[in-house]
């Protein structure tokens, strides 16, 4: 006869799949109304390009360079980039947020997560394009390259590690599958 912990046990497995696929579906519901605000309510959108153009501004004047500006086109010695909405982090973080809130935990868990999972996705976005300028002065043959392979793994390594830090932090494992 099994015992109680094994029950215990046996009952936390079955109910795994069960639970995996509540997370995934609040993650899709929150996605579609994520991306329906955003295309409903182009200001979500302007802000997030204007937070980064403001960063990426701020980190090149950091290491001393001079950054003129036309609209969204930031200039920098013979490099120019654009800030489009896809530069911004908000998609990323909407990615990061979907995950965290639906994931099992307090509210105040899941507000400490978003809140620094925002502050490290903006971060590592404002290092992507300052990263993008370099290369673009440096070896501009490459910057299709780094622009569409390197930094988008990049953003996607930076989401997932945000979020199993956010869950190693509340103490919850992830489960193989």
């Known amino acids: 006869m099994p015992s109680r912990s094994e029950n215990a046990g046996s009952r936390r497995r079955s109910r795994s799949p069960l639970a995996t696929g509540r ?14 605000l955003v295309s409903r309510f182009p ?17 090149l004047g950091l ?18 980039i654009e800030i489009t909405p896809d530069c911004s982090p908000h998609f990323p973080y ?21 809140v620094l999972g925002a502050v490290v996705i903006h971060l590592f976005n ?12 440096a070896r501009p043959t490459l910057f ?9 793994i990049g953003t996607i390594v930076t989401v997932l590690g945000a979020f199993a830090l956010w869950l190693a932090w509340i103490g919850k494992r992830p489960q193989a599958a």
């Open 23 to 36: 997370i995934l579906l609040a993650c899709a519901a929150f996605w579609a109304a994520a991306l329906w």
């Open 43 to 59: 200001a979500i959108e302007a802000f997030g390009i204007r937070a980064t153009v403001l960063s990426v501004r701020a980190g």
């Open 63 to 80: 290491v001393g360079l001079h950054v003129d500006q036309t609209g969204r086109v930031l200039r920098a010695s013979q490099s120019a």
């Open 94 to 114: 909407l990615i990061f947020a979907g995950v965290v809130l639906a994931s099992p935990a307090t509210w105040r868990q899941r507000s400490v997560g978003l």
């Open 126 to 137: 404002t290092a992507r394009i300052l990263a993008l300028f370099a290369v673009l002065a």
């Open 144 to 152: 299709e390259f780094a622009h569409v392979y390197l930094w988008q």
